[in-house]
């Protein structure tokens, strides 16, 4: 069994500070995505990395994907309230018939005034 | 709203109970797929869908049932539920085009409590 073990699990932060949640595999992956879901919806992919070492910026977020694409990084600047959420990494081992997606367990963040 | 719906939002039934879960895609995908969510555990793929055939089967015991009968449609048939598959169960899609790590697109789910 692939496990994506993602930390840290829960993380409580003020508004303005900076955060960063890891993704962990022993397994190597083809590409790995990062989701974030609030209550009541269903996960929204933020980005998707493939290569070893990619770095990838989404405003004040930024994705990292290891050298051996085994791992990934998720940095936040200056959280905001709207940062609040579930988020996940998801590994692909690679293309297929449909797109088989292994879930990491999930940080949830709590960004607060 | 990400262009899947999924209905109920929310349901409880009993052990003996026999329900289905829907979900619609409105965006031209041809693979659509079903998750479970539960507290303590990743998110679990349980069944996949393309082009309104079965590729993926992950172990799930025959109490769930699923149907695709067409490439818009996905449904979750139920029956003789244990209180352990109380979960958020999610609907996604994707293109499916064969490249590395398509765009699913997850419905907002249904809240599933079996008493």
């Known amino acids: 069994t692939q496990l994506l073990e993602q930390s840290p699990q829960f993380l409580s932060i003020q508004e303005g500070e900076n955060l960063t949640v890891y993704c962990n595999s022993s397994?190597?992956?083809?590409?790995l995505q990062w989701y974030r879901q609030e209550p009541g919806e269903g996960p929204v992919l933020l980005v998707t990395?493939?290569?070893?070492?990619e770095v990838k910026k989404l405003k004040r977020l930024t994705f990292q994907f290891g050298d051996a694409r085994k791992d990934s990084s998720l940095h936040i600047t200056a959280a905001q309230p709207g940062d609040t959420g579930l988020y996940l990494c998801a590994g692909a081992k690679g293309p297929g018939t449909a797109s088989k997606l292994t879930f990491g367990t999930g940080t949830r963040l709590q960004v607060t005034l | 709203e990400t262009g899947v719906t999924q209905t109920p939002r929310h349901l409880v039934m009993g052990m003996t109970n026999k329900k289905s879960l829907k979900c619609e895609q409105h965006?031209?995908?041809?693979?659509m797929y079903w998750y479970k969510q539960s507290a303590k555990k990743p998110l679990e793929l349980m069944f996949v869908?393309?082009?309104?055939?079965?590729?993926e089967n992950n172990s799930v015991p025959s109490r769930f049932s699923p149907e695709c009968p067409n490439s818009s449609h996905l449904f979750l048939h139920l029956h003789t539920l244990q209180p352990e598959d109380s979960a958020l169960y999610l609907c996604a899609s994707s293109q499916d085009r064969g490249i590395l790590a398509d765009t699913q697109y997850f419905g907002p789910g249904t809240r599933l409590t079996v008493l």
């Open positions: 397994s190597v992956f083809s590409s």
């Open positions: 869908y393309s082009l309104e055939e079965r590729v």
């Open positions: 965006l031209g995908h041809n693979a």
């Open positions: 990395v493939v290569t070893g070492g």
